[in-house]
T-cell receptor
């Protein structure tokens, strides 16, 4: 079945640094989504990508839908302590109403 | 984004009892809701897709008789864990898709999650 490989598994950075994480798959997806999850909470949608090559920003966050439709990356610029959390990528397959497949997450820690 | 409310946020129950978790879409109608399970430090695993007015679609390996799903209205889906055992302890999260969106890009928004502990 479809699988997403998300990396890195965890990151420990200094406040103000930029962060980059990515997801890859051997399968093609028609949508890529990036979520952030705080402890004990549900995931919150950060960015949604619908077209190959699409580059979308949400404040300090930027994400891109890979040209091959098999990968996506998320960048966070000038990190701040509240960026701490687990970031998940998710890909949709099987059409517009298809289910989501989630990556294993990237745990981000930011040192003030 | 759309608001999805999940209740309760935490529940502790005795082994052998049943627990019901509610998922509500507060400001939109959702013909489709999803139930996920998440183990500590793991990703979200889809358990089942809940369809309003019809039977839920369960993922492979998920016992439909153990995890009962009811989606009786456009704003409410419930997950009942029957005869719970300690191995059912987990974080259960629902999501709902806004039915009104006319484009094909209809995103699912997540509830706050329910931490179930079976003792």
């Amino acid at each position: 079945g479809q699988q997403l490989n998300q990396s890195p598994q965890s990151m420990f950075i200094q406040e103000g640094e930029d962060v980059s994480m990515n997801c890859t798959s051997s399968s093609i997806f028609n949508t890529w989504l990036w979520y952030k999850q705080d402890p004990g909470e549900g995931p919150v949608l950060l960015i949604a990508l619908y077209k190959a090559g699409e580059l979308t920003s949400n404040g300090r966050l930027t994400a891109q839908f890979g040209i091959t439709r098999k990968d996506s990356f998320l960048n966070i610029s000038a990190s701040i302590p509240s960026d701490v959390g687990i970031y998940f990528c998710a890909g949709r397959y099987g059409g517009s109403q298809g289910n989501l497949i989630f990556g294993k997450g990237t745990k981000l820690s930011v040192k003030p | 984004g759309a608001v999805v409310s999940q209740h309760p946020s935490r529940v502790i129950c005795k082994s052998g009892t049943s627990v019901k978790i509610e998922c509500r879409s507060l400001d939109f109608q959702a013909t489709t809701m999803f139930w996920y399970r998440q183990f500590p430090k793991q990703s979200l695993m889809l358990m089942a897709t809940s369809n309003e007015g019809s039977k839920a679609t369960y993922e492979q390996g998920v016992e439909k008789d153990k995890f009962l799903i009811n989606h009786a209205s456009l704003t409410l889906s419930t997950l009942t864990v029957t005869s719970a055992h300690p191995e059912d302890s987990s974080f259960y999260i629902c999501s709902a898709r806004d039915s009104r969106q006319s484009t094909w890009n209809t995103e699912a928004f997540f509830g706050q999650g329910t931490r179930l502990t079976v003792v």
